[in-house]
């Protein structure tokens, strides 16, 4: 479904490559995670799928970006246009970086309907029947008071499904999460196979990913240095950087160790 082959991004010419040679793919209904820690390359790496990277300073180098065979790196503005948010829908950890304080629940998700959603009659009762539906898919309880509701009146963990709900409401091919938020992981799990697309899941936390992501990929500095099924990554990691990101997973009764305490010296 998505194929991501020799991927390289660059922001100075002859500067280090935030995202170099990277490789991989998500079939329908797969899970791939990429983890690796702050500045590894994994948000630039989700922003590229759609090439939402600004250029300059952002420049795509070299690869393909194949989203059922089509090169999203070679198609028009306008065409891009239609897979963002349509094809492949953004989930980010600050939901007030998708939502609209000025407007309400209602308005948005309709906003997302029409853009999006060509099956869903554009009258009030078959546009308020669809949001309520997509709202009761994400947990969210009350839908029907939801709807008028203005984000700041919700709680952070309602407004997070909200963001999820007008995702999933685009239907779209691949859904792009970019958190380290546990709960976002909780909900994705509650999800997973509800409607059967794919996910790229971007953390840098090892510990969120179990029992959601089919794959995992381990990125650092702007390089894939290993990819697996992600019992085998946990069970055998081949990599040191992968063996010191798994150790950094607290442990029960133990406190959180920081991934900073990673010793970049002993990688090499
Ligand atoms: N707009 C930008 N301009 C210049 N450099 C950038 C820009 N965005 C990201 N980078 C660089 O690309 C690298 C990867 O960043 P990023 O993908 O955000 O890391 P991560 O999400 O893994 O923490 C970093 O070295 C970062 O400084
Ligand atoms: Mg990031």
Redesign the pocket.
Known sequence: MLEVRHLTIR?APGGPA?VDDVSFSIGAGETLAVV?E????????ALAMTRL??EP??RYERGEILLEGRDLLTLPESGLRAVRGGQIAYVFQDPATTLNPVLTIRAQMDEVLALHRPDVPANRRARDAEIVSELTEVGITEPEKRLRAYPHELSGGMAQRVVIAMALACRPKLLVADTVQRQIMDLFRELKGKFGMGILLITHNFGIIGGLADRVAV?FR?RLVEEGKTGDVLGAPQHPYTRALIDCIPKLGAHRRRLATIDHASLH
Not at 38 to 45: A, D, E, I, P
Request: cysteine-free; hydrophobic content about 35%; charged content about 5%.
């Open positions: 922001f935030a690796g702050s500045g590894s390359g994994k948000s630039v790496t990277l600004p300073p952002a990125m702007g």
